[in-house]
């Protein structure tokens, strides 16, 4: 009874909720998103710079996080590079002085506050030019007035930034009187004009007072309370807004670290001044504001204008427009076609005539041109999520239960989705789906929850990635092995499914090819594949059994691989001469240079070879009837099977102890090439030495299985953010049912992806010999232009 309502509740769920309503869904929900995002930037407005200042909230206890953007972590190399040949001033109290040294210290980490608390403090940076000052001003008096007005007359250099606040000394000199917050007014209203003149040249900002923890004040700071601060910071607020609203020019009010205050100062030391944590938030707040315009920092949105359109991506819009009018066009005929060869009435008999063709054909053309329709609408919600600033984005914060929290529930879906197998082969068609599945969803939660900053699940997921490309060396050489297929047609298969999708995304993201690493990885590991069992002699399974001599020379052809990989993996010089040659250097360098293709290569360098032999040798041993893979049958007899499932249980469980106590990450993946094959057999093992495992499967998992490329290279830029930096945030002060709503979205639109790819490999790939070669020639046309344009695009660039 169970059972039946276990299968009824499976039934039921795909009755009512198909792939295909799923995504009209999807649809639906990205055209109101769009529309609420857009209509909120342009009446609330769009600038993140204003986010950034006066908004946002704590990840857990130190990571500030602004409203709708992401914050870079300068490093002092950046700050110097961004700070080149400027002169910064802070000018105001002791609390101004903190923000000082806090931002002095991005530059040069190694500086010691010191020196007299109230007096000027200079600092200069030889190596790039950089002055930073801070100047003594600890009231809004004619003094602060007249150093200002200084700036703005004359011949004296102004200062590229400046950075000013007051307010605590007036309180604390005056004992907090009525009369001091009205010349406080006073005064701040006759340097507004000036700060304005000085915003049309240069960066100003005014930093509002931050409260203060009241209980912790000594005697001689009572009057200072944090009902007076907020009537100084409401006067200032008001004043220079009113000055703004008169001139183009404007003083940026810094009023975040009021934000930051509120959830901090209790740490203070003596409740008026900021622990050191929250004086480096904010000093970096300031560095995202100024330095994000001119660094352009992946994961620092904040402040960044909307990149202009490059001419390849011109070109793309125009080809996806001109293939959504073409579809239209041909679409609206076919319909007036159809409609006149509709069923007519004769008038004379009354009797209803049918036509030969009741329904329209579909052409090659209109499939081609349906494709790619679909696919510029899919381009169009990339290039909204990832390059326009229409939706918000936000920084990953890891913490252990947003990663494995995720796991048992993608875990319990699997379980309630088992089923049988179909066949009980070892790594049969369904279980390898159902293994990719659930790895690309584990990385998938690795990936949003930030959680390579947790070594122990970094490794876990590192021999994911390595299982993959086991799968490629396991999977390519068997169907080689078996079918001793090396035609043409196969190899263009096999590359257009695997590059299709990233050379689209190269084209609309204006990214390199090797920017999606784990393509190019298991595409060049295919060609790998194929030419070492290609060369001659071809050793295929069928010309081994007529000579036993033929294993020998494949086990030699491997071993020539094995020692070519070696020999690669410890020579980086030649390895990246060979990559570096025209045109390979286009596709394997990333920011100037192929060392990420060849670390990302050398990290799983063996696993592939390991899928190889592995795959030979089952095979060998499957032709010879070594091994019972009958339905229910353990892999062995049960002493060896018992014997191998305790060696791989322990192997399995030693791995993950290892990988548990790595203390650094540099070591680590030193050994993990050679290590990460040891838990990939042993869970191979465990999956199919019982028989009663090997014969089901998650069909859930397999399902994400068979997307999993899609679901790999979408994540990019339509779940993840930045570059996958960061998070996508369509529900801005939801996260949760933002990730739900982003991650519907981002699994239907890599399904429709997975099927695009498919439709355009049936007509892009013929199986005719003369139409695939007609196909080539424009396809090497296609990637001709394209290196032309990416050189003409570069020039301009220079």
Avoid at 183 to 189: P, R, W
Avoid at 442 to 469: C, D, E, K, N, Q
Wanted: hydrophobic share 45%.
């Amino acid at each position: 009874m169970a059972a039946l309502a276990y299968t009824g509740g499976k039934r039921e769920i795909n009755y009512y909720f198909s792939v295909r309503s799923a995504k009209a869904l999807a649809l639906g929900a990205v055209l109101l998103l769009t529309a609420c995002h857009a209509a909120s930037r342009r009446y609330r407005g769009g600038d993140t710079c204003e986010y950034l200042l006066s908004s946002g909230r704590f990840l857990g206890e130190k990571v500030w996080q602004p409203h709708s953007c992401m914050m870079h972590k300068y490093k002092n190399s950046e700050a110097k590079n961004c700070l080149i040949d400027k002169h910064i001033v802070f000018i105001g109290d002791s609390r101004i002085r903190q923000l000082f040294y806090s931002f002095i210290k991005l530059i040069n980490p190694q500086v010691k506050e010191e020196g007299n608390k109230h007096g000027n403090i200079l600092f200069e940076d030889k190596s790039a030019s950089i002055k930073v000052d801070f100047l003594w001003y600890p009231e809004v008096n004619g003094s602060m007035r007249q150093r200002i007005k200084s700036w703005t007359e004359g011949s004296m250099a102004k200062p590229h930034i400046i950075v000013a606040g007051a307010a605590t000394w007036s309180i604390k000199i005056h004992n907090g009187s009525n009369e001091a917050l009205t010349q406080y007014k006073i005064n701040i209203t006759s340097i507004a004009p000036l700060l304005e003149k000085l915003a049309k040249s240069s960066d100003v900002y005014w930093v509002l007072q931050d409260p203060v923890y009241e209980d912790m004040l000594s005697e001689s700071r009572k009057m200072i309370t944090n009902e007076k601060i907020d009537a100084y910071n409401e006067a200032a607020v008001r004043i220079l807004n009113s000055s703004s609203r008169n001139s183009k020019a404007k003083v940026k009010v810094f009023s975040v670290s009021k934000l930051i205050a509120q959830e901090t100062i209790m740490k203070s030391a003596d409740g008026l001044h900021l622990p050191e944590s929250s004086r480096d938030t904010n000093a970096m707040i300031l560095m995202n504001v100024y330095c994000n315009k001119i660094m352009k920092p992946i994961d620092g949105s904040c402040c960044q204008p909307q990149p202009p359109l490059t001419l390849i991506q011109k070109l793309a819009f125009c080809f996806f427009t001109l293939s959504i009018i073409g579809y239209l066009i041909i679409n609206l005929i076919n319909r007036n076609n159809y409609r006149k060869n509709k069923s007519c009435t004769d008038l004379e008999s009354g009797e209803e005539k049918k036509p030969a063709i009741s329904t329209p054909n579909v052409s090659t053309l209109e499939m081609l041109l349906h494709s790619f329709c679909k696919l510029g609408l899919i381009m169009t919600y990339f290039y909204l999520c990832d390059r326009a600033n229409l939706f918000m984005k936000e920084n990953k914060f890891y913490t252990h239960s947003s990663f494995f929290i995720p796991i048992v529930y993608i875990l319990v879906l699997g379980v309630f989705y088992t089923e049988n197998t179909k066949e009980t082969k070892v790594l049969n068609r369904e279980q390898t789906d159902e293994w990719k599945g659930w790895m690309q969803l584990v990385i998938l939660i690795y990936h949003i929850s930030g959680a390579s900053t947790f070594l122990p699940v970094y490794m876990h997921i590192r021999v994911l990635v390595a299982a993959y490309l086991f799968q490629t060396g396991y999977g390519h050489f068997s169907y080689f092995w078996l079918k001793g297929d090396f035609g043409v047609y196969r190899v263009c298969q096999v590359l257009f499914r695997l590059n299709f999708l990233v050379v689209v995304l190269c084209v609309v993201m204006d990214r390199p090819y090797q920017f999606y690493y784990f393509v190019p990885l298991v595409t060049v590991w295919f060609m790998i594949i194929y030419a070492t069992l290609a060369v001659w002699p071809q050793i295929v399974q069928k010309k081994a059994n007529g000579n036993c001599l033929w294993h020998f020379g494949l086990l030699l052809k491997l071993i020539c691989l094995l020692t070519c990989i070696y020999f690669l993996s410890y020579s980086q010089g030649t390895f990246e001469k060979i990559f570096s040659f025209w045109p390979l250097s286009k596709c394997f360098e990333l920011n100037g240079n192929v060392y990420e293709w060849w670390f990302r290569w050398k990290l799983d360098r063996y696993v592939v070879f390991h899928g190889m032999l592995f795959a030979f040798i089952y095979l060998a041993l499957q032709k010879r009837q070594m091994i019972s893979e009958g339905k229910g049958d353990p892999l062995f007899s049960s002493r060896v099977s018992n014997v191998l499932l305790f060696i791989s249980v322990a192997s399995f469980l030693t791995y993950s102890i290892w990988a548990s106590s790595c203390k650094n990450k540099t070591e680590c993946n030193e050994l993990h090439p050679s290590v990460s094959v040891v838990q990939i057999l042993a869970f191979i093992l465990i999956r199919n030495i019982p028989g009663y495992v090997r014969s089901v499967y998650s069909s859930f998992f397999a399902w994400f299985g068979k997307i999993s490329l899609e679901l790999f290279i979408c994540q990019y830029h339509i779940w993840l953010a930045a570059d996958t930096k960061g998070i996508l945030v369509l529900i801005p002060g939801y996260p949760m049912f933002n990730v739900l709503v982003s991650t519907f979205i981002f699994v239907c639109v890599a399904h429709e992806i997975s099927q695009i790819t498919n439709d355009l490999a049936q007509i892009v790939v013929p199986k005719d010999n003369s139409a695939l070669l007609k196909r080539l020639l424009c396809i090497a046309g296609f990637f001709s232009g394209l290196l032309l344009f990416s050189a003409m695009q570069d020039q301009s660039r220079h």
